[in-house]
């Protein structure tokens, strides 16, 4: 089925890489906007970095294109829909063309079903969103409005890692604690479908959870933020797999003995003494340990404590490094 997906589009090629696994089509119309062929089942449920997913409709240079389309296999008769489109004119003539095609009443004010039309570049990208009003990356953990980093570039920080399982992880400035969230859910191989279940039109079996083996560490120098992850972890039922520490900076030597982390993942606050961070984690970190920040700060003091760094990206307006322990 050729389905319309939305993204982020600063992480454009961390998408790419998600959807071969449902895929192997990767068609982007926009940054931000691409036409797939794959199961919506599937990719609903697993994938962690769409934040929507829909049905397409068509994409024409004019309304009267889409005539060849059967409508009706998505809009029944007895169901209601509204266009959702920016063009006065297209709203009309696409919906009347739905109407007669369907024999479905229009209602504005409570619709059993939206199309959505926009204009990318000089056509008109039809389709219908069939994942939920709300974003996939709006995972239903969230405690505040204020998400320093969102559940998707959290996943994307998880992978650029290559964390999987694979030996004690921290963060050390947890904020409201989505990396260690998006860490764990990869871990139990358990997709956004699992908090979306009550808002999506089918059933699914839940998945395979499986058994983490790894020490995981959710850190910060900040109690109000570790009562927010706190109360993140439980509403994403992943508590049981967390342990939380209170640091400062001058501490962490204290609270973690010598060479005993693996990997090392977070979003560094804006203020920071960066030369003091590598003065700690030279004492913690393994060696081939792995710690990946996202930051504006200037790491160029990395290379002090024998650190370096092997990779880094731009993800919006922060750098996001990839670094190793000689």
């Not at 119309?29 to 797939?36: D, K, Q």
């Not at 904020?175 to 956004?192: F, R």
């Not at 808002?199 to 995981?216: D, H, N, Q």
Request: with cysteine; hydrophobic share 40%.
């Amino acid at each position: 089925m050729k389905l319309v997906i939305k993204y982020n589009s600063v992480i454009t090629s961390f998408v790419k890489d998600e959807v071969k696994v449902f895929s192997t089509l990767f068609n982007e119309l926009t940054p931000g906007i691409a036409v797939i062929d794959a199961d919506f089942k599937s990719v609903i449920i697993n994938s962690s970095l769409l934040e929507y997913v829909g049905v397409l409709f068509g994409f024409h240079n004019s309304v009267t294109e889409f005539e060849g389309f059967n409508f009706k296999d998505f809009i029944n008769s007895n169901e209601s829909f509204k266009i959702k489109c920016s063009d006065r004119k297209v709203c009309i003539e696409l919906g009347q063309l739905i109407k007669d095609s369907t024999g479905a009443s229009v209602s504005l004010e409570s619709p059993d079903k939206t199309v959505t039309v926009e204009q990318v570049g000089n056509k008109l990208l039809a389709y219908l969103i069939i994942s939920g009003e709300n974003k996939l990356t709006q995972r239903g953990y969230a405690v505040s409005n204020n998400e320093f980093i969102t559940s998707d570039i959290a996943r994307v920080m998880v992978d650029f890692s290559g964390w999987n399982d694979n030996g004690l992880l921290i963060d050390i400035f947890c904020h409201e604690g989505y990396i260690i969230i998006e860490a764990v859910l990869k871990t139990l191989n358990v997709g956004p479908g699992y908090f979306k279940s009550k808002e999506l039109s089918f059933k699914f079996e839940e998945p395979k959870i499986k058994k983490i083996s790894s020490e995981i560490l959710c850190f910060s120098n900040d109690m109000n933020e570790i009562k927010l992850a706190k109360q993140a972890v439980k509403l994403a039922k992943i508590f049981k797999y967390v342990n939380f520490g209170f640091h400062d900076l001058e501490d962490l030597d204290y609270k973690m003995k010598e060479e005993t982390i693996d990997y090392l993942i977070t979003a560094l606050p804006r203020k920071v003494n960066v030369e003091k961070l590598f003065f700690q984690l030279d004492y913690v970190m393994k060696k081939e340990g792995v710690i990946v920040l996202l930051t504006n700060h200037d790491i160029s003091s990395c290379s002090k404590y024998d650190f370096k760094i092997v990779d880094k990206i731009i993800i919006g307006d922060k750098k996001l490094y990839k670094l190793v322990r000689a």
